[in-house]
């Protein structure tokens, strides 16, 4: 990118950003000044990153991820975020779509429709038929995105070095979300892990006794149509559900239907979230569609996240204790999965995880809004210096999403309800996985090697006892504001014990000392210990402040 182009998308930036109401960013930018953020209203923070384009849009929706970095309102705002572009010209799209193919479209396709259905701020999507006749779908990348993105995330990376000087740029690491966005996003421009993504979840939610798998469908990849800038799937036809027949209608078989459709989905989603651990991170009413077979398709499998097994099993008590309002339980397992950030104070978090769970308490299962519950619950660590690990946004994201279609889509919805008939086949599946005969051996091997071991190690620890080299390495938290309590206290003692020396010394002098002299110096004593007793004083009582 070069200076000028450079300077004039900067100057583009700051005039959304004051016109918008936003000076933090002008002195920021111009001025360099990198103190600590003022971040506009939830709805001024959306207005802005969309009107700033594509690349801004996608860094909402990052953000929007990342509920222990930014409060409930401001991930409810970038929740929304959706990019308004208009389709490329299809004279331009026949250009670029004939680049990519490995043959001429002729050759390839039937039929193939340059005039976009669907457009997004990073591609755009096609329908075409095969020779065989098989209707597919083209989602192919916008072109000169590729630039843009480059350009912009350059800016992005120089603002984030600029925060990084301020205690909030160090606190919540923005030169890593700056990282982490850049490699974000540019997967996104990869369709192959699009493509990876699709093909890993289609075979993994294709086998599952909880449900029927013939009933959910994600579609297949045309492999030999697909590359880092264009994708070929299968064509499914059908509608998004809350526009879908059965939403619409109010008769019994609709209600019927529609009670069917929200098990299926909470449970085709509950074995992503705690068997598979590998999830669709945003499904929301525009990528879930019931089809015209009566079938249920997920759609748009380019964010996803990742949840390994000790994580997945801790998600899944949470969701136990959340469920029965166990503020202590909720605080046990939020330290096993958040980073803390400096000493934690845990009777202060279970004590704000019980006024959150208090709300709780004496509702139905279906009045609790499970993904809300988690969103507030991250807030309340991240307030109480600890950072949770990306992928638990991701978590409540998907959930959020997930549970807020299927409320719109079926208002009786209970996601607890949902989830109880599983408990049992989820913690057998968590104690001893899909194949008992390969834990037991496992068990086995685990065992095998700490009874090997142990004689070595207990051998060891009698040698060092016996020849008194044995040395315990302790490290307790909160040692260091007690060492400091304790200083403050010896201090204080210390310089009692030296402003009463000088009381005594003063009033000595003062009863035996009756010359000019001895009175001066009996004065000089007196103001020496009453200037400092009254400091003494005043510290102790600044302290306790």
Known sequence: MTASSRLSRQGEIIEVFLRNGWDYMRRLLIKGQADEPDIPPPEVLRNILTELGPVYVKLGQLLSTRPDLLPPPYIEALSRLQSTVPAVAPEVMEDFIRQQLPAPPEELFEQLDYRAIAAGSIAQTHKAMLRDGRAVALKVQRPGIDRLVQRDMALIKDIARLVAATQFGQRNNVMELAEEFHDALNGELNFMTEANHTEQLRRSIARSSWYDPKQIVIPSIFWELTNAKLMTMEW???????????????????????????????????????????????????????????????????????????????????????ANCDAQRCTQLTLQM?????????????????????????????????????????????????????????????????????????????????????????????????????????????????????????????????????????????????????????????????????????????????????????????????????????SILRAER
Not at 258 to 281: I, M, N
Not at 292 to 314: F, K, Q, S
Not at 390 to 408: H, I, M, P, W, Y
Request: glycine share 6%; with cysteine; proline share 4%.
């Open 338 to 538: 958040a980073e803390p950030l400096q000493p934690v104070n845990l009777v202060r978090l279970e004590n704000d995880f019980t006024r959150l769970l208090r709300r709780y308490y004496g509702l139905s299962v279906g009045e609790i809004n499970t993904a809300e519950v988690f969103g507030q619950l991250m807030d309340a660590g991240t307030r109480n210096s600890l950072r949770w690990p990306a992928n638990v946004g991701l978590f409540t994201k998907s959930l959020a999403n997930l549970e807020g279609a299927a409320r719109q889509f079926n208002p009786n919805v209970n996601l607890l309800a949902e989830i109880r008939p599983l408990m049992a086949d989820l913690f057998r599946n968590q104690l001893i996985g899909a194949d008992p005969l390969q834990a037991l051996l496992r068990t086995g091997l685990e065992f095998r090697n700490l009874s090997l071991s142990s004689p070595r190690q207990f051998g060891f620890l009698l040698d060092r006892l016996a020849s008194e080299q044995l040395k315990l390495n302790l490290s307790i938290q909160g040692l260091d504001s007690l060492r400091r309590s304790i200083d403050d206290a010896a201090n204080r003692r210390a310089f009692s014990t030296v402003v009463a020396a000088l009381i005594i010394g003063a009033a000595i002098v003062s009863t035996s000392q009756q010359s000019s002299q001895g009175q001066i110096l009996s004065n000089i004593l007196f103001a020496a210990a009453t200037f400092l007793g009254l400091w003494l004083v005043f």
């Open 236 to 322: 499914l036809n059908g509608r998004p559900i809350l526009t879908s027949k059965i939403a619409t209608e109010d008769t019994a078989a609709a209600r019927d239907a529609r009670e069917e459709v929200t098990t299926l989905l909470f449970r085709a989603f509950f074995k992503q979230y705690f068997v598979d651990g590998f999830f669709h991170a945003d499904p929301h009413p525009g990528n879930l569609f019931y089809l015209e077979d009566g079938r249920v398709a997920i759609l748009d499998c380019g964010m996803v996240g990742r949840m390994d097994p000790n994580l997945r099993a801790t998600m899944t008590e949470m969701v136990l204790a959340v």
